[in-house]
């Protein structure tokens, strides 16, 4: 009898102390994971928290500014005018608004194609604002001296400068034979804002000119014939009186109203 008690007693105190050690060994379980399960834990950690990246002395953003515009980019060809005649072996002014700063030249282009014709000038210097031309060549490059004559027709003029803008246009206009210029009888100089002569007689058939030889544009405004014309400094303008019928008639300068022409047509 007393055996079995013994065995019972033992293994009563084994159970518990198995028991004891079970509850020791379970909580360090549970915060002891295996690698596999913290791996799985930290990543759904991860996928839930938002990436926080912390960035120090960040690099301010650049932006982007237009470049300052060169004073070629507000250049205008003021002569020739829209529909002005130069006249082939006579000396014609080309003009624009202000000096460029650059360096360039000037060529000439075919109004009709669109293609280069040749080179007026292949040299304008920063500070030039008007070159005279002979309208009687131009040469075959910029850089090829060797020239070539022009005919009649109509054309652009075109200045190029050394720096990367677009290249300054002028109006269209004309190049014509002296042949093909009516004759003129008389002629009345626009000089001082005043017009001398002031008054001409005419037969009918006769042509008049009218000069501009002021620094200054005039708009010339007529009564009773033809329409209104702007005269650049070195222009002109012809009245051609075949179509008038016999009377008179009024030319006068816009700005200046005391700058008048009074014809009288027979």
Sequence with gaps: MKKPIIYLGVGGVIIIVLLILLLAIKPENETNQTPGENSTSTTAQQEEQPELTETKNPTPSKTTTNPPKTQAQSIAITIPVTGAQ???????LIKWSKEPGITGGIYLVDAATGSTVGWITPTITAHQTSYTWDTRDVALSRTNSSRKNISAGRYIIKIKLDKPVADIQSAE????????????KYEATLQNQTLSPKTLIVNKGEVVAIKNMDSVSHKIIPSGFGSITTLAPGGFM?????????GVYEYHSESYPTAKLT???K
Excluded at 173 to 184: D, E, G, L, N, R
């Design 86 to 92: 130069f006249i082939t072996n006579t000396n014609n």
């Design 263 to 265: 014809l009288t047509v």
């Design 173 to 184: 206009f004309s190049i014509v034979y002296p042949s093909q210029v009516p004759t003129i």
């Design 238 to 246: 012809n009245i051609e009186t075949a179509n008038m019928t016999a």
